[in-house]
């Protein structure tokens, strides 16, 4: 194991290698309207349709590839497969700088969800670089790199899409070489003869966590609620810089100021504030209320006609985001010592399932009902979509068992 000190620069590489990868989606969200549009020539409609494609094309390629890319780090090493990535990602972002027809632009956001499918990867090497005391709060850090990410990213294509619709890239190709050269500087290959392992085609398969779910008591029914809340949330990457444009006309700064909004005041929910709310209410009552919350959060975003009450219904609406992680602490509760990693990988699963799902029915309900032609114009139906998901969830928790006891306890 290498000295402290010379644990540092590797593991800074390793959080900035994550937090350039959960940038990814959120980098270039402000720009999507002015890109499409520009790119195709069409409506704002139409340019939200093509982002559906584009958001379920990246979360596709991650969800595939997430398990081939953390064997392949098994069998030749955390060092190659992360530089590789880097380098990679980074001609991708020049491309897409470059692209003029949406095929090359669907063809960069393949790439960039293979490329960004390293989580693993980086998880597993700061494990082969921390002693078994230090994991946990080394895995804490990764998370709290990936939340940095999705606030950093928005905030950042925000700002420099108002230099133009392709500034957000070119950041993002610089960063992603410049943290592949501190990587080929800073970080030594952590797997030895001792711990390489020959890839098996049973850890290639994306829906394997799904195996344990008929082993842990109440996991159907908590998967299926937490699916339901991951595909209703994901309305807000999916057409938030859309609505916000057909809505108020917001500009690219603004839109990406909002979302780094939401996401600061989600890590504050998620972070401290669940504690009160676990206190008060128990793991079930609180999902209930996070549900009930988000439901109503959505029922006023559909519909609010000023954008300075939806900036501050904006962090306000954070305030549901208790929902998950008391979800996951509840089911948690329910499975053995040896069956939580089984229990981590089916949310992780279920959370990408609905990565995918969520933005074409987004997307396509935004357009249908801001087309030149719609009958109605309503900017916010995504909203109401996500608000009847939610009471779905709800029902779904709230109905008995089959001895008539709650069927989330």
Same mark, same amino acid.
């Not at 619709?165 to 070489?177: D, E, K």
């Given at each position: 194991?290498?000295? *402290? ?54 979360? %596709? ?33 020049? +491309?897409?700088?470059? *692209?003029s027809t949406m095929w090359l #632009?669907?063809?960069?956001?393949? +790439? ?12 597993a090497a700061m494990a082969d ?29 925000? #700002? ?83 609505? &916000? ?11 990406? %100021?909002? %979302?780094?909004?939401? &996401? +600061? *005041?989600?890590? &504050? ?15 079930? &009552? ?5 549900? +009930? ?84 114009? #309503? ?7 996500? #608000? ?5 969830? %709800?029902?779904?928790?709230? *109905?008995?068992?089959r001895q008539g006891r709650a069927?989330?306890?």
């Amino acid at each position: 194991m290498p000295a *402290a000190r010379h644990r540092r620069l590797p593991r800074l590489f390793l959080l900035s290698t994550v937090m350039i990868d959960s940038m990814g989606i959120g980098l270039i969200i402000p720009v999507m309207p002015d890109l499409l549009r520009e790119v195709t020539g069409g409506t704002l409609a139409d340019a939200a349709l093509w982002g559906g494609v584009l958001s379920t094309s990246f979360a %596709l390629m991650q969800f595939l590839c997430g398990p081939l890319v953390g064997s392949l780090s098994d069998r030749f090493g955390r060092r190659p497969v992360l530089l590789l990535s880097l380098a990679v990602m980074a001609v991708d972002y020049v +491309v897409m700088a470059l *692209a003029s027809t949406m095929w090359l #632009l669907l063809a960069g956001r393949i +790439v960039g969800g293979i490329t960004a499918s390293t989580q693993a990867t980086a998880s597993a090497a700061m494990a082969d670089l921390s002693r078994p005391e230090e994991k946990a709060a080394q895995f804490g850090l990764i998370g709290a790199a990936f939340g940095m990410g999705f606030v950093i990213g928005p905030l950042l294509g925000g #700002l420099l899409g108002d230099m133009g619709t392709r500034a957000p890239f070119w950041a993002a190709a610089a960063l992603a070489a410049a943290n592949g050269v501190l990587g080929a500087v800073v970080l030594p290959e952590t797997v030895t003869d001792a711990t390489r392992r020959g890839l098996d085609r049973r850890r290639l398969n994306p829906l394997g966590a799904f195996r344990a779910l008929g082993r842990l008591p109440g996991a159907r029914r908590g998967l299926t609620v937490f699916f339901l809340l991951q595909t209703a949330f994901f309305v807000y990457p999916a057409i938030w810089s859309f609505f &916000g444009t057909a809505r108020f006309g917001w500009s690219a700064a603004t839109i990406g %100021l909002s %979302l780094a909004l939401f &996401g +600061v *005041a989600v890590a &504050g929910v998620q972070g401290g504030l669940i504690r009160v709310f676990l206190r008060l209410m128990g793991e079930r &009552g609180t999902v209930i209320y996070g549900l +009930v919350f988000n439901a109503l959060a959505f029922l006023a975003l559909a519909f609010v006609a000023s954008g300075t009450p939806a900036l501050v219904l904006t962090p306000l609406a954070a305030l549901g985001a208790v929902t998950s992680p008391a979800l996951q602490g509840l089911l948690a509760r329910r499975a053995g010592a040896d069956e939580q990693g089984a229990l981590q990988g089916l949310f992780s699963s279920a959370g990408a399932l609905a990565a995918i799902v969520s933005p074409p029915v987004m997307t396509a309900t935004f357009a249908a009902f801001t087309r030149p032609d719609a009958p109605l114009h #309503l900017p916010g139906a995504p909203f109401l979509v996500s #608000l009847a998901i939610l009471l779905a969830a %709800l029902a779904v928790v709230l *109905a008995p068992d089959r001895q008539g006891r709650a069927s989330l306890r």
